[in-house]
C-alpha cells in the first residue's frame, strides 16, 4: 500500500470504498445470522470485517453486535453523515437492531436478508425506521484533507 492509500484508508471515504469492495466481493453470499467471515455476514459482522481491515489495532473491538458500535468509544454520535459513518437504526420498540457503513449523502451498504446490498437512504422501508450516525474516532482530519486533494488531482490527471 503506497502512502496515498494509506491516507485514504484513514477516511469516512476510505472505509465507505473499503465497505463497497467487500460488499461486491461477497455479492452472492447469503446472509448468515452471527456471520463474521467472507462465507456470510450478518449487519454487524459485515461491519466488524470492514473496521477490522483498515484498523486492526482495534479488530477485536469491531467484533461485537449493534449495540456494541452504540456503546464503543471508539465511535461518537454525529448529526451530519458522511462517508464511512455507521448507521444504526432502532426497531420500532426502540432496541437497536441494524448497522451498515455510510457510501454517500444517498447510499449505504450493509447485510440485509439477501445478502449484502447498497440501500437507498430514502428507501420507504429504512427512512421510517429511527436511527442514528457514529464516527469512528480513528479517522483523520488531516488524512481526509490529503485524501480529498490527492483524489482530485487524480480525477484532474
Known amino acids: 500500500m503506497n502512502t496515498d492509500e494509506h491516507l485514504i484508508a ?11 469492495a467487500l460488499g461486491q466481493d461477497v455479492f452472492s453470499k447469503p ?16 461491519v466488524g470485517f470492514v473496521l ?10 469491531f467484533k461485537t453486535n449493534v449495540e456494541g458500535y452504540i456503546n464503543s468509544s ?41 445478502g449484502v446490498r447498497e440501500v437507498q ?3 420507504s422501508y429504512w427512512s421510517s425506521r429511527p436511527h442514528i450516525f457514529r464516527r469512528y474516532k480513528g479517522v483523520s482530519t488531516q488524512a481526509i ?3 480529498m486533494s ?4 487524480a480525477l484532474l490527471a
Open 121 to 123: 437512504m430514502n428507501n
Open 52 to 61: 477490522s481491515e483498515l484498523f486492526p489495532m482495534h479488530g477485536i473491538q
Open 10 to 20: 484513514q477516511t469516512g471515504l476510505g472505509i465507505a470504498e473499503a465497505a463497497r
Open 150 to 153: 490527492y483524489h482530485a488531482n
Open 31 to 46: 446472509y448468515i445470522w452471527g456471520g463474521k467471515t467472507k462465507a456470510g455476514f450478518d449487519c454487524s459482522g459485515f
Open 74 to 114: 471508539l465511535f461518537q454520535t454525529v448529526d451530519s453523515p458522511q462517508p464511512g459513518d455507521l448507521i444504526i437504526f432502532k426497531a420500532h420498540q426502540g432496541s437497536v437492531n441494524h448497522i451498515g457503513i455510510v457510501l454517500s449523502d444517498k447510499l449505504w451498504i450493509g447485510a440485509q436478508s439477501q
Open 145 to 147: 484533507k490529503v485524501s
